[in-house]
C-alpha cells in the first residue's frame, strides 16, 4: 500500500523569504500524480500544484514549485518571496494511475508560519 | 466559479443521533469523497462515490454510511452518533479524468 509522509508538522518563514516543505511517499507503481493542497484557516483546501510522475520537469505555479526526486520518493514544495497569505496548512498527497482507483493518499500536513 | 457546497459549517448532535452530512457540487464530477481531517492525522477516506448509487469504503468507514441517489449530491450518514466521531469532515468531487479535488469548506462536528 502507498503511503506519505510530512515529516514537519510546523515550519516557520520569514516574509519575502523562501521556504521548503518536505513529503516523501512509497510506491511499487512507476505512474502516479503528486499533489500538494494549502487548507488556509478559512478551511477550503486548495490545489497547489501537481506532477505526473512520467514528466521530469519539476512544475512550478508562480511562486511554488517542486522538487521532485522521483529513485528518492520525495517531493518537496518550495515557496518563494513567502507572503502573510501562504500561512496554512499544506498537505501532500499521492494518486494511483491505476484503472479503477479514485482516492487519494494524504500525509499529516505541515503548518507553515509567515512572520512579519 | 465551481463549488462544493457543505451544508453547515458547525454542528453539535448528542451522542446517539442519527446525523446527516450533505454535499452538493456543481461541476457534474462522477467521483465524490467524504473525509474526516483529525490533527496528526490528516486526511483519512470515510468513503467514495465513482456513479449514482455507487459507493465504495475508504479506509475507515465503520460506523458511518453513504448516499448518493444524484449524481451532484453525496451524503455522509452518522447512523449512532458518538463521540469520537467529533472530527472536521471534508467533501471533495473530482472530474473522472487526471486532475486535483475541488473541496468544499468542510463541517466541523461536535458530538457531546
Known amino acids: 500500500a502507498q503511503t506519505v509522509t510530512q515529516s514537519q508538522p510546523e515550519m516557520s518563514v520569514q516574509e519575502a523569504e523562501t521556504v521548503t516543505l518536505s513529503c516523501t511517499y512509497d510506491?511499487?507503481?512507476?505512474?502516479?500524480?503528486l499533489f500538494w493542497y494549502k487548507q488556509p484557516p478559512s478551511r477550503q483546501m486548495i490545489l497547489v500544484i501537481r506532477?505526473?510522475?512520467?514528466?521530469?520537469q519539476n512544475a512550478t505555479e508562480n511562486r511554488f514549485s517542486v522538487n521532485f526526486q522521483k529513485a528518492a520518493k520525495s517531493f518537496s514544495l518550495k515557496i518563494s518571496d513567502s507572503q502573510l497569505g501562504d500561512a496554512a496548512m499544506y498537505f501532500c498527497?499521492?494518486?494511483?494511475?491505476?484503472?479503477?482507483?479514485?482516492?487519494?493518499?494524504f500525509g499529516t500536513g505541515t503548518r507553515l508560519k509567515v512572520l512579519a | 466559479d465551481v463549488k462544493v457546497t457543505q451544508s453547515s459549517r458547525y454542528l453539535v448532535k448528542r451522542t446517539g443521533e442519527k446525523v446527516f452530512l450533505e454535499c452538493v457540487q456543481d461541476m457534474d464530477h462522477e467521483n465524490m469523497f467524504w473525509y474526516r481531517q483529525d490533527p496528526g492525522l490528516g486526511l483519512r477516506l470515510i468513503y467514495f462515490s465513482y456513479d449514482v448509487k455507487m459507493k465504495e469504503k475508504g479506509d475507515i468507514p465503520e460506523g458511518y454510511s453513504v448516499s448518493r441517489e444524484k449524481k451532484e449530491r453525496f451524503s455522509l450518514i452518522l447512523e449512532s452518533a458518538s463521540t469520537n466521531q467529533t472530527s472536521m469532515y471534508l467533501c471533495a468531487s473530482r472530474a473522472d479524468r487526471p486532475g486535483g479535488y475541488t473541496f468544499g469548506s468542510g463541517t466541523r462536528l461536535t458530538v457531546v
Open positions: 498527497a499521492y494518486r494511483s494511475t491505476t484503472s479503477g482507483t479514485y482516492k487519494y493518499i
Open positions: 506532477q505526473e510522475a512520467y514528466k521530469q
Open positions: 510506491t511499487s507503481e512507476s505512474d502516479y500524480y
